[in-house]
């Protein structure tokens, strides 16, 4: 019967234009119907008559529909605000490049250059940051020309290319940073035979990185993390105990909790 | 029936307001609420609801959010602001205004209001 109500919808809105705002009216109205079927039935009343009830209870959506399109609201409240904003992050990530260069020269004034040298990139990719996080979030968003969802689509678009460039700006901050870290430690510690062991973990946050700004490709990325971590850990056990002869074991063992974390996920997605 | 009902639709933001002033709410629990008022005898059309709604929210005197149903369609819940509080006050006062002095106007009564 709730399929019955959303067809007689469907002819009530037939011809209305597709706007955010009159699908929002289909979906209140629809979920009113319901509500309203379910409370009658649910006091015994025959579904026949109960539906007849709740279509004759609509009203003029013809009307409504009239008046939803002339009064297409506009919100310009938030450029001021956007402006503000930005202000705030442009600012701060200058100060972090000040900070970053301070730490340098005080760092090298102790005679620790490969300390400093890191606390500077690290504070540089953390400007970088601030100011492209800051630049994409209060530029100014594709104008749509009419509340069509066409129109929607365009901003949405401009609005993931937007997440792209953040995705790429993420890795490249990531990856500087993990080759300081890895040169710092190894020029500091001197044990180069072990220090590499830096970059599948790195391989490892990449994903991470890639599975927060692609939600649509999650499964995937988190799938990438698990096994370079995976890698990770059977270098750092192996190299550890020198039980290489056993080690290889921790693949296997892998393979099976990813097959059963996939199994497990099915299982939930189906209920 | 036709003037009783065209009274009421004048008044349908105020109804509907009453309702808020109590707790946030959704479309089909507040018309109940103005049915079960009403002794029965009046239920507001959808559309008409959904009209008010809009009405209401583009002066601001309600707020709204949608509900997180599972299953079927998702509610649309709203609540009264602060603004929409302080006019229904004036409009609940200026409604009781009026009520007296259309009641003094159709009055069949000669020998009253003649005390200014």
């Known amino acids: 019967m709730n399929e019955r109500i959303k067809l007689h919808l469907d002819s009530l809105f037939e011809g209305a234009p597709k706007t955010r705002q009159v699908e929002d009216l289909r979906q209140e109205l629809l979920a009113g119907c319901r509500d309203k079927y379910a409370d009658l039935t649910g006091g015994g009343m025959d579904s026949e008559e109960a539906y007849q009830k709740v279509i004759d209870g609509i009203g003029d959506v013809k009307e409504l529909l009239g008046y939803i399109e002339k009064s297409e609201a506009f919100d310009p409240a938030d450029a001021a605000e956007k402006r503000r904003k930005r202000a705030f992050f442009i600012s701060a990530g200058i100060l972090g490049y000040f900070v970053a260069v301070s730490m340098f020269f005080l760092f090298s004034f102790s005679g620790r250059e490969e300390f400093g040298l890191a606390l500077m990139v690290a504070f540089a990719g953390v400007s970088t940051m601030l100011l492209v996080y800051g630049r994409m979030t209060t530029v100014v968003k594709y104008e749509k020309t009419d509340d069509t969802l066409v129109e929607e689509m365009k901003v949405q678009m401009t609005t993931g290319k937007k997440d792209n460039k953040m995705a790429s700006m993420a890795s490249s901050s990531l990856w500087l940073l993990i080759v300081t870290i890895y040169l710092v430690v190894s020029f500091w510690g001197g044990r180069w035979d072990i220090t590499w062991i830096i970059f599948p973990f790195a391989a490892g946050l990449q994903n991470l990185i890639s599975a927060y700004f692609k939600p649509e490709a999650k499964k995937k990325h988190l799938g990438g993390l698990f096994w370079c971590f995976v890698v990770t850990a059977y270098f750092i056990i192996s190299f550890g105990s020198y039980a290489w002869h056993i080690t290889w074991i921790i693949f296997p063992a892998a393979a099976a909790v990813q097959q059963a974390v996939k199994l497990f996920t099915f299982w939930k997605e189906q209920e | ?116």
Not at chain 2, 58 to 87: H, L, M, N, P
Not at chain 2, 98 to 114: H, Q, V
């Open chain 2, 1 to 116: 029936m036709s003037i009783a009902s065209d009274l009421i639709r004048g008044s349908t933001d105020m109804i509907i307001l009453a309702q808020l002033m109590r707790n946030e709410s959704y479309g089909y629990e507040i018309n109940k609420k103005i049915q079960q008022k009403s002794g029965k005898q009046f239920e507001l059309k959808e559309a008409t609801l959904y009209g008010a709604f809009r009405r209401l929210e583009e002066a601001g005197y309600v707020s709204f959010y949608w509900g997180d149903e599972q299953t079927g369609a998702r509610r649309r819940y709203y609540s009264i602001t602060e603004k929409g509080r302080e006019s229904f006050q004036i409009m609940t006062e200026d409604w009781h205004k009026a009520c007296r002095l259309i009641e003094s106007m159709i009055s069949l009564d000669e020998e009253e209001n003649r005390d200014e």
